[in-house]
Each structure stands twice: as structure tokens, then as C-alpha cells.
């Protein structure tokens, strides 16, 4: 996309993240999660999007591995994701999705995981998950939601359980 940057996201982005997420998503109150992602160990992949000097998106990718499969094989939760409404649809997401996959394969990381929509993540190679579980079960609506792609030539793993930090250890961000 012409005339955006993708960049790390920088303490003095914090503003513009923080107005983010309630106008992209106003049902949902994702500042909690953020705000604890950001103080993760390790840190968390964490990107936007300037247009203009604004930022106009965010994504964060989380570390993790599956318990039950090669632990040292290292994964990473995609969430969340967002964008300004008024710039939705201008290929941002997918330039910071990219972007993000790049730099997870750079970092040597074999796959990526989501909980989201099947006809959006589809575009990025995500496909339904059903051998690696999410830390909490799915309510049976959801299941077609949960998602992996993989990002380098490994094979995905067989069975296990996604592990992440404990920012994401919160039953209600797995329930509706």
C-alpha cells in the first residue's frame, strides 16, 4: 500500500493505540489485554501503521509453543488486530499481518495462530485448527474461528495444547 509505514510500535504510540482499539472495535474492551501484552517477557511483536505520522493500526503477535509437541518449536498467537474505521479495507491489516509473518519467519517462529473471522484470515493462509486446542475450549460457534498457517517448511504439529503468557490466560478472551 502507497504511503504507509509499517514499523516496531514505540512507547509514544501508546495514545494512538489506546484510541484505536475502542473505535475498532466499540463492543470490546481490549485495553486491559493490551496494556498487559505490552509488559510481557519476552516481549511481544508488537507493530503499526502510519499514514501520515497517524497510526492507523496495530497488531500484535504473542510467543508461545504447544505443550504436547516439540516445546522448543516456536509459535505465536496473531491478537488482536486493528485498524481505524475510516481506513478499513485499504489493505493496512493485510500489510500489518505481512509484515508481521516476515518478520516471525526472520525470528525463526513455524507457525501462526488466530481466533477470528475464517473468511478475513483466509487470505493469509490460516486454516482451521483442530489437532493444537486454545488454552481454553471454544464454545462450538467458535470453533471454525480457530486457525493456524504455517510460516516456515515445518510441519504443523500433530496434538497439543497453545501455551501463551499469561496476559492471555483469561477464560472471557476465549468465551463470547
Not at 462450538?140 to 501455551?163: F, V
Amino acid at each position: 500500500m502507497k504511503g504507509i509505514q509499517i514499523r516496531d510500535s514505540e512507547p509514544g504510540d501508546w495514545a494512538s493505540i489506546e484510541a484505536l482499539y475502542p473505535a475498532a472495535f466499540p463492543d470490546e474492551d481490549l485495553l486491559p489485554v493490551l496494556r498487559d501484552l505490552f509488559q510481557e517477557t519476552p516481549p511481544v511483536l508488537s507493530l503499526v501503521a502510519i499514514i501520515e505520522s497517524s497510526v492507523v493500526g496495530h497488531v500484535i503477535f504473542t510467543p508461545g509453543h504447544v505443550a504436547g509437541n516439540n516445546e522448543n518449536e516456536k509459535v505465536a498467537l496473531l491478537a488482536p488486530l486493528a485498524v481505524t474505521p475510516a481506513r478499513q479495507r485499504t489493505g493496512i491489516g493485510s500489510a500489518l499481518v505481512h509484515d508481521g509473518f516476515q518478520r516471525l519467519r526472520n525470528a525463526g517462529v513455524a507457525h501462526a495462530y488466530v481466533l477470528g473471522d475464517p473468511a478475513y484470515y483466509s487470505r493469509f493462509g490460516f486454516e482451521p485448527e483442530t489437532h493444537v486446542m486454545p488454552p481454553y475450549p471454544l464454545p462450538t460457534e467458535w470453533r471454525e474461528a480457530w486457525q493456524s498457517t504455517s510460516l516456515l517448511d515445518a510441519e504443523r504439529p500433530s496434538k497439543g495444547k497453545l501455551c501463551l503468557p499469561q496476559s492471555w490466560l483469561q477464560p472471557a478472551l476465549w468465551t463470547p
